[in-house]
């Protein structure tokens, strides 16, 4: 719950004010600071970043910076990521592929239809 509110706050604070923070800072401080544990293993905050991932809840603030990324990081297998970021994607997809698959497929489904991105990134979580 902190680290959603921890970014809640300051997109709040970005929007409210002149923020100073760019665009890839917040970016790092979005997917650097969040322990995946937190999402991963809370199945009620789990479940609310899928609706969100599939369009049909509102998301909060972080599931919405996440959401808007899915393709970018599919598509470039995290192509942009830093090497702390590479480690929190790959740690995560082992962590939830296995626990998740019917998740991850409809995720596929809508992020990567072609089918494209999947070998790569499958590749990059074996490594």
């Not at 719950?1 to 709040?12: N, Q």
């Not at 409210?16 to 890839?24: F, G």
């Amino acid at each position: 719950m902190r680290i959603i509110l921890s970014a809640f706050l300051v997109a709040m604070a970005c929007s409210l004010a002149t923020c100073e923070m760019t665009e890839e800072e917040f970016y790092t401080k979005v997917f650097e600071e969040v322990d995946p544990d937190f999402i991963l293993d809370n199945e009620r905050i789990l479940t609310s970043y899928l609706k969100c991932f599939y369009s049909e809840i509102e998301c909060n603030a972080h599931a919405e910076v996440v959401k808007k990324s899915i393709p970018d990081v599919l598509a470039t297998v995290c192509g942009r990521c830093s090497d702390k970021q590479k480690s929190i994607f790959k740690y995560s997809l082992n962590k939830f592929i296995p626990a998740h698959p019917k998740d991850w497929e409809k995720i596929l489904s809508i992020y990567d239809p072609s089918g494209e991105a999947w070998p790569k990134v499958k590749a990059f979580i074996e490594s």
